[in-house]
């Protein structure tokens, strides 16, 4: 089942092409990497879906419901989780207590913040916690944790919304490399357990081709190749894009 596709996207700034007539597809339990060297287009790309910036041309769909240039917090609603480069916690609350104000939020009750913070979702922020490894870390502040520790409480605040689509701006970003490998795995599981789509950008080739189903890549705005991660490898085209620019591709 196709959870989010995409058509024919453009957007430019001034004079700049930034996206050119971009499709893509997620299915459910899919993990879709889409990646590029820098000013290929990708963060242009999720903010268009995500609803940051309307698209100058294309349609964006949800399990078939157009949401094209819709605003962020109502396509949340609807489903769509995501998360940051940069971690979007509240470093002066628990673990918990953070998983919980999304849990609230996603129940309409923030308005009962800070009166039922400690009681409201906290079995249920528990239990999001326990399936990222991070139960036994539930009553420290954020403050005091690992970044990687942090990326996996994101990682329950996004499932609090219990989405059908995650979009994830490289979740591995700051991690060791065990780290990004075991996030990356976590990512899998839950995708496949909850069938959520995935669609992540990434600049660790390891993780990307270890861990994705299909990789979409960008060039200069343009979809240049797509397909399983051994198809992908093996484009000429992408190949001489990633090495004639000295990116990420040196061990192709």
Not at 148 to 177: F, I
Not at 185 to 211: C, G, N, Q
Request: glycine share 10%; charged share 20%.
């Amino acid at each position: 089942m196709t959870v989010l596709s995409a058509s024919g996207l453009v957007k430019s700034y001034g004079g700049v092409k930034a996206v050119r007539g971009v499709d893509l597809r997620v299915d459910a339990g899919e993990l879709l990497a889409l990646i590029g060297p820098n000013g290929a287009g990708k963060s242009t790309c999720f903010n268009m879906l995500m609803g940051q910036i309307a698209p100058d041309a294309g349609r964006v769909e949800l399990l078939g419901a157009d949401i094209t240039g819709q605003a962020p917090r109502r396509i949340w609603r609807q489903g769509v989780g995501r998360t940051f480069q940069i971690t979007a916690t509240f470093a002066s609350m628990l673990v918990r207590e953070n998983v919980q104000t999304a849990l609230m939020s996603r129940h309409r009750r923030l308005g009962n913040l800070f009166l039922s913070a400690t009681k409201l979702y906290a079995e249920g922020a528990l239990a999001l916690l326990e399936r990222v490894g991070m139960a036994d870390q539930a009553e420290r502040p954020c403050s005091v944790l690992a970044y990687g520790d942090l990326k996996r409480v994101e990682l329950a605040m996004a499932l609090a919304n219990d989405p059908k689509l995650l979009l994830m701006d490289e979740p591995t970003a700051g991690m060791a490399p065990t780290e990004r490998q075991a996030m990356m795995a976590l990512v899998a599981k839950l995708a496949r357990e909850s069938r959520i789509a995935v669609l992540f950008t990434e600049h660790d080739m390891d993780a990307v081709f270890t861990h994705a189903d299909r990789i979409v890549v960008l060039n200069r705005g343009r979809v240049i190749a797509e397909g399983e991660p051994a198809d992908v490898r093996a484009d000429e085209l992408v190949q001489r894009v990633y090495l004639g620019g000295g990116t990420m591709f040196g061990h192709v």
